[in-house]
T-cell receptor
Framework: NAGVTQTPKFRILKIGQSMTLQCTQDMNHNYMYWYRQDPGMGLKLIYYSVGAGITDKGEVPNGYNVSRSTTEDFPLRLELAAPSQTSVYFC???????????????FGDGTRLSIL | KNEVEQSPQNLTAQEGEFITINCSYSVGISALHWLQQHPGGGIVSLFMLSSGKKKHGRLIATINIQEKHSSLHITASHPRDSAVYICAVRSTGGSEKLVFGKGMKLTVNP
């Protein structure tokens, strides 16, 4: 069972370039999340999705875009990379229904992104 | 002030020691999570609790809702327990969003 898969694991971008961080999960989870982790700081929520076709901003959405066309995939797009976006990015997923909430989040292995 | 505070920020222990990691939060919560992040970077969920105590192997997590405080205990610590331990809370109101502490780096020496 693959769980949450993120690609790529590492990437170096030049300022102004764009890229998409891929995230896919095979657990049929309806909720998916993108976080960034900066040194010495807690994870910050960038965007999240409660199901296919529905996305919403988190705590630090500026400079990013997301889409959720399928249950499995939740890509994160950086349009104009800036040095402030150098970070480690984590995708996560969880399941929630009307009868079952408060389920643990399952995390991918992260993408280490450097903007130079 | 962060909504989730962890202490200490760093801890070095000798193999076999009993370890306690603390987490305090300032908001009403529906659940608290303890997560483990190994040096390779992957994050694993250890516990999710909303009251009382949970135990898994050498790990014990407790929560006191009235005092807004949780502890993660590691008995008979081992070098493989070396990791960053992260506390996160889900606030009341029905949202699935988590607020994370900064994490506590644990090093267990042989």
């Amino acid at each position: 069972n693959a769980g949450v898969t993120q690609t790529p694991k590492f990437r170096i971008l030049k300022i102004g370039q764009s890229m998409t961080l891929q995230c896919t999960q095979d657990m049929n989870h309806n909720y998916m999340y993108w976080y960034r982790q900066d040194p010495g700081m807690g994870l910050k929520l960038i965007y999240y999705s409660v199901g296919a076709g529905i996305t919403d901003k988190g705590e630090v959405p500026n400079g990013y875009n997301v889409s959720r066309s399928t249950t499995e995939d939740f890509p994160l797009r950086l349009e104009l990379a800036a040095p402030s976006q150098t970070s480690v990015y984590f995708c996560a997923s969880s399941s929630r229904t009307d009868r079952v909430s408060n389920q643990p989040q399952h995390f991918g292995d992260g993408t280490r992104l450097s903007i130079l | 002030k962060n909504e989730v505070e962890q202490s200490p920020q760093n801890l070095t222990a000798q193999e076999g020691e009993f370890i306690t990691i603390n987490c305090s939060y300032s908001v009403g919560i529906s659940a608290l999570h303890w997560l483990q992040q190994h040096p390779g970077g992957g994050i694993v969920s250890l516990f999710m609790l909303s009251s009382g105590k949970k135990k898994h192997g050498r790990l014990i997590a407790t929560i006191n809702i009235q005092e807004k405080h949780s502890s993660l205990h590691i008995t008979a610590s081992h070098p493989r327990d070396s990791a960053v331990y992260i506390c996160a809370v889900r606030s009341t109101g029905g949202s699935e969003k988590l607020v994370f502490g900064k994490g506590m780096k644990l090093t267990v020496n042989p």
